[in-house]
């Protein structure tokens, strides 16, 4: 496959170097959804609109990435799909440029976030935006952007006043915030929010920006001690207690983070992620190379929102508070800490500083926390249901992986809610449709592990998940940039999205502007099965490696999902579908048969495919085989499913009696 009319660097499958440009961060953990039929660079807008139109004129749909931080590896795709890498487009002068009076900047969405925060920090202007460095502008923005200032400025994407993007039909066009025609705002309403690069490509989005000026008496400190668990579960105490005030300050931004020692092994095989680091590190992103023990970092800002008039008794309320935070840390020093307090960067202590300075200071350097495979979580809340319990409970689960050689953490913690937050504040306006804007914790608990130790990950997650449902809220909420779980989006909605009519005006946006499902590459895609519901399978292994290994798993995960009933414990839901899957990729011949019957069950499972079952008598004598065979193997499994219920809520008795 080669696509014409098209300037920038092409790799197709199966030449020389496909397997490195197809790699991105999510390729170890999911490797069986990373195999698109060819990896393009585009250099210019011709080339999207070329390889968008080619796409279209051979049926196959075009996967985007800018930084391909996507940790389900839904910025890539499989089969004869295209996957576009937009990391070498639009980084000139003319693509990043300030409007007269320096409050709006048009970007390019190709730069990573520490490429856009010098460039910000050279005009002396900011905005919220994340940590991770190689995270690229264009995910961020549509899947919220969020980081440090969460609460005292809201969400990157609730500064984005316009976007720029090619359409399903090559037409390069623009939407904005404040649009007078409705289907503009809706457009705009749907890149912001709806699912990444779903909608059309990306190219620029025009943001508006703060001044250093307007701030003149912020300060922040950066605090870093060696782990120990009393420290976090103290730091979550002051944590929940800021969730507790729903009238907590506005300027006060506070981000827990602990992290594991960096990976090293004599022994052990790294895999392709440490591989990629040292010989392609063009392609793998370049970093300072920081190295640490276990360690806990505190992020903590006060952001001076009302200006130079602002109340003073504001700043020395907020800089007894941050006291309060050095407190904690010398109370657990350890030598290891009064060594390594001698080094500026170890020196805990309010520093006054710019906001574009202070923006700049919360960037995490490496390209990855580890160069390892990882089972992911982000849990949100609404509120904490145990404000006392939460915090021990939560020391103990990170301690109990720290505690265990073969596995690596990378946690985060911050609050973002409150009636005082920007990050509630801005979703008040609904021209985005970012969910879950109520949030006030938000935890991050990120598990990398070592080859061979996966189930150890994914047993101290199933841990976790059952934790939360005692702790966070009763209903199982998740964001689109930190996904885990079920690829399937359509039927993860709920998780996803606040209520139906939100994911169906998405849907029905989707539709308008991309009947043919273009921008449709995988499963996790708003609406995916209206327009490619062949991407639930309808192939036959014995297509081989064209569709890839990612193809077969999809039509399996997707028959079941089909076929079981919705309503199911919480907890067996975050884990139902992989351990499905897994077992039935065991069995191969069973996989050919669920394979094939992929249409077979469409046609029963969706109204609109019923015709297609009646075609003729011995095609619907077939598709009832087919169905009776899926049928038993899902009762079976949902037998499975049933035990799975029933021990789940013996522990939950056992627990409680033992309380």
Sequence with gaps: MVIPNFVGQQFARNSQFYDNHRYQYGSSSHPDRVHPAIVAYPETIADVQAAVLYAKSIDAAVAIRTGGHQYSAASSTVGDNIQLDMSKAFKTVEDCSLSRD??????????????????????????????????????????????????????????????????????????????????????????????????????????????????????????????????????????????????????????????????????????????????????????????WPQVVILYVQWANTGGANQDARDEQSARKWFDRIIKLGKKYSTFGNTVLSLLPMFQAKIVSKPMSQLTKDWIFTNVREFSLPYEKRTYVTKQLRDHAGWPRWCADRIDVAMRDSDLRLSIQIQHFGGNNSMFYQNGLAGDTSYSWRDTTICAVMDCFYFDGHQQRALDWQAANDEGSLQYFSAEDRRVLWGSYGSFDLHYSRRFYYEDEAKYNRLCAIRDRVDPQGVFVPNTFCIGWARSRPALGGGGSLAAGPALGPAASTMAVSSVLRMLRPHTRSSAVARTYDDVMVERLLKDRAKLRVLVNVQSAASAFAEAGHRKAASKSKSKSKSKASLKRIVMEEVRRLESKKHEAKAEFGRRRVAKASSL
């Design 102 to 291: 320096c409050t709006l900047l048009r970007v390019g969405i190709s730069l990573n976030l520490r490429e856009f925060n010098e460039f910000l920090g050279e005009q002396r202007r900011f905005v919220p935006h994340g940590q991770c460095s190689h995270v690229h502008v264009g995910g961020h923005s549509q899947t919220g952007g969020y980081g440090q200032l969460g609460r005292s400025f809201g969400l990157f994407g609730d500064h984005i006043m316009r976007i720029e993007f090619v359409d399903a039909n090559g037409v390069h066009r623009s939407a904005a915030r404040d649009a007078a025609d409705a289907a503009e705002r809706d457009l705009f309403f749907g890149f912001l929010g709806g699912s990444p690069g779903n909608f059309g490509v990306l190219t620029h989005v025009t943001v508006r920006v703060h001044k250093d000026e307007d701030h003149p008496r912020s300060f922040g400190m950066k605090c870093i001690y060696l782990y120990n668990r009393d420290l976090v579960e103290e730091l979550l105490h002051v944590k929940a207690a800021m969730a507790a005030d729903a009238n907590f300050p506005r300027d006060i931004d506070f981000c827990i983070t602990v992290l594991g020692m960096t990976e090293w092994s004599l022994f052990q095989n790294l895999g392709v992620d440490n591989d990629m680091r040292k010989k392609h590190p063009e392609l793998f992103g370049r970093d300072d190379g920081s190295r």
